[in-house]
């Protein structure tokens, strides 16, 4: 459980449109959609190979492009417009948008005593935010004991 | 011993140790892994030269295998040779590398037997040598672009003749192949640039069913785009590609820097249009926010603000005299209080601002997520002075101006400061774990993010959420 929540940085704010909790004032029959997770990596590119000397010039061989930043934006729902009766766009927490630093270096290779050169990160915090949003029912449900969040996600 | 006296000094082992292998090439003695440098021979006649590594010795040198009567490797021995270098690149033996590979890459026409090997059906059958043919296409490509004295045209044909042979190789190969393209790089930067853009295009045409293929070998040849004559070429390519990421970013990054008043607004266009595929949204931001005019780049980023694009900004920001437009932009955003999250990324790109503006920023800024921004740009980039980590910590004190985000704050100033402030840090991240007022989750949250820098039973008997975390 404590594992779980370590992905995610919970800011509960109130909904988008509730007109101060007393509900929006119409329904826009609209739905949260799910964005997967994304990888974007930022700078400029160094290739991770081995170094040699061919005939007095300096060559790096192999190895793939390691670039000095990489950002992870988590998986999390957002607005399009999505039709769907009865239902509206909410903001449901922010998450982090975390950074990691990049650096050639040389990884074992399991089993057999080499080492290969290998893009290497390390965790350098948070960057930015992004909002995450989910979907609400325009009015509550008839049935007790739940909360209003149909918890549907697209 | 610098680098480059270590090639010289293993570049004369090499030639010493080549004389003999291409006399009797079956029986080439092994090489211990130690990279231990040996004396050049006589019987090279390259003595002289390797002594004195200067630019005008290197055409001098007289390597093996050279003489046009020599016989070319082929089968069982190439293969063997191949896997040797494959071993000794995976070993890291970068004398042992030098050595086998300049026995094949000093001619050219070597390389065409290692082609017509890689495309055989033998090279499936031998997995390490084939790996290290690809070692051996590389670093002769890389060599013949550096040293055209020598080579002439030997780079640009070999890459032609692998490029018109791509889909004849197995999937995997392939794609190792692709890979090799992307980063193989000459004396001027990428070797595949716009001299091969004609011939890609032809062979995508030509192949329309696997056209997808070529398209990753398309990543650099935009760079060094200038010729109006190719323009129409990116444009057919943005017409074209417009459901793949990386042809559109090519694409529109020449366009955008050839003709931005003409292109911009079909990329503004373009991304609305795009809402639900992020890959082709992130290609269509990183292309404006690289190639536009900064100015131009910035209102555009602005007009298409969304959280998923800091790595657009983060790229516009590291362009030159980007500061400014970014400093104009926010500044009328901010008097209008328009648009909080276009004001929210344009502050992450302010890495190289000075922490009192940050700070100032997070104090006076109307939105707390812009705020929240502001004090994770200046924690982000590197260390903080106490001075200003008291300020910033201030701002997240109850009743203070930013109610969310002090542990991600906190985290930052972990990773990227020392000493007090560090200890300062963390002492306010385990203050958040312990804070009875703060919700579960982000007592959690910070729990999580702390406990890695704290000694085992700093938080026992605490309770969250009605469980014991230790």
Known sequence: ?154 | MSRARRGWVAGAGALATLAVALATWSTLPERTSSGAPRAPSAATGASASLDSPSPDARHTVAAPGTAPDAPLLDGAELADLLARIQRAYEAGDASELEALLTALVARPEQLDVVADWLASAHAARAPEACLGAFVVLEAAIGLYERDPARFGRAGVALVERLLDELLVLPEDMQARLVRLFQRVRGPNGPVLDLRFLRRILDLRAAHPADAERFVPLLAHVAQGFGAAERREEFQRLFLEGQDDPLLVKCALSSLLSGAPEVFLPLAEDFYARSAEDARLRSAIAQSIAASAPVEDATRSLVHLADEAQYGAFATLGSRPSAGEAIAREYDALLAENANPVARKLLVSTMRDERAEVLVGIAGMDPDPMVGLQATLTLSVRGEMDSARFAEVRELFSSGGRLPHGGALVAENVLLHSSGAVRDSARAWLVEIVRDGRATDVVRLDAYQRVRRWVEPGTFRGVQIGGRVVE
């Open chain 1, 1 to 154: 459980m404590l594992v779980l929540f370590s992905t995610l940085f919970f800011m509960p704010i109130l909904p988008l449109d509730a007109g101060g909790g007393v509900g929006p004032p119409a329904c826009p029959n609209e739905r949260a959609c799910d964005v997967g997770v994304k990888f974007e990596e930022q700078g400029t590119p160094r290739t991770c190979g081995v170094g040699i000397s061919l005939f007095g010039f300096d060559l790096s061989i192999g190895g793939d492009e390691c670039y000095p930043m990489r950002l992870t934006y988590p998986a999390h729902q957002e607005c399009h417009g999505k039709r769907n009766v009865g239902t509206y766009c909410a903001v449901e927490q922010v998450q982090p948008v975390s950074v990691e630093h990049c650096d050639c270096s040389r990884a074992a290779v399991l089993g057999t005593g080499f080492t290969l050169p290998d893009c290497v990160c390390t965790a350098a915090g948070t960057l930015g935010t992004l909002t995450d949003y989910k979907t609400e029912n325009c009015a509550p449900p008839p049935v007790q004991g739940g909360g209003s969040s149909t918890g549907g996600r697209s």
